[in-house]
T-cell receptor
Framework: GALVYQYPRRTICKSGTSMRMECQAVGFQATSVAWYRQSPQKTFELIALSTVNSAIKYEQNFTQEKFPISHPNLSFSSMTVLNAYLEDRGLYLC?????????????FGSGTRLLVI | GDSVTQTEGQVALSEEDFLTIHCNYSASGYPALFWYVQYPGEGPQFLFRASRDKEKGSSRGFEATYDKGTTSFHLRKASVQESDSAVYYCALGDQVTGNYKYVFGAGTRLKVIA
């Protein structure tokens, strides 16, 4: 079946430093990857959508300068949180889907929980 | 833009009570609708989906029916258990400016007391 793994599961970084998180798709081709953030006690906000061989589209309030994303092939994506501060803490979720499959849904990983101290 | 509204922020029930969590959506297209469940410290788990009017999705005793007329996808369960305590998210998937994206509701925290 289709699975998405995210690592690390949890991480702590010092304020002002950066943190890279990874997303691995297994059992399908991740032509499209969506990165979400869930801040404490809140819902899931879309950060950006990445399609292989196409430009990454960032949502309002999120920028490439703050959340650079790499999506080099059909099974892997990574995102870095640059200069992390307290407001960046939360659960970062990766979802992937195969656009070549009709009516395909996103498969989500378990998330990377970021704590900033 | 697209949006999902969950009316209840928190619901407290006793075991074997009937559950309803309301979900209404607004979308420019004809979205797919989803329910996800999130347990503490974990990512959201897919419960079920529906993609056309009057279609019913169901899983683990939970169910919801896609209603295009009322733009709703209310979650129901006939008899809840303590293990159902979690946060439930309604979501829609829609094609927006050439990209397929999900929009999540604010979530409803369910607490079931034994």
């Amino acid at each position: 079946g289709a699975l998405v793994y995210q690592y690390p599961r949890r991480t702590i970084c010092k304020s002002g430093t950066s943190m890279r998180m990874e997303c691995q798709a297994v059992g399908f081709q991740a032509t499209s990857v969506a990165w979400y953030r869930q801040s404490p006690q809140k819902t899931f906000e879309l950060i950006a959508l990445s399609t292989v061989n196409s430009a990454i589209k960032y949502e309002q309030n999120f920028t490439q300068e703050k959340f650079p994303i790499s999506h080099p092939n059909l099974s892997f994506s990574s995102m870095t949180v640059l200069n992390a501060y307290l407001e960046d803490r939360g659960l970062y979720l990766c979802g992937a889907r195969d656009e070549g499959q009709a009516n395909s849904d996103y498969t989500f990983g378990s998330g990377t929980r970021l704590l900033v101290i | 833009g697209d949006s999902v509204t969950q009316t209840e922020g928190q619901v407290a029930l006793s075991e074997e009570d009937f559950l309803t969590i309301h979900c209404n959506y607004s979308a420019s297209g004809y979205p797919a609708l989803f329910w996800y469940v999130q347990y503490p410290g974990e990512g959201p788990q897919f419960l079920f989906r529906a993609s056309r009017d009057k279609e019913k999705g169901s899983s683990r005793g939970f169910e919801a029916t896609y209603d295009k007329g009322t733009t709703s996808f209310h979650l129901r369960k006939a008899s809840v258990q303590e293990s159902d305590s979690a946060v439930y998210y309604c979501a829609l998937g829609d094609q927006v400016t050439g990209n397929y994206k999900y929009v999540f509701g604010a979530g409803t925290r369910l607490k079931v007391i034994a």
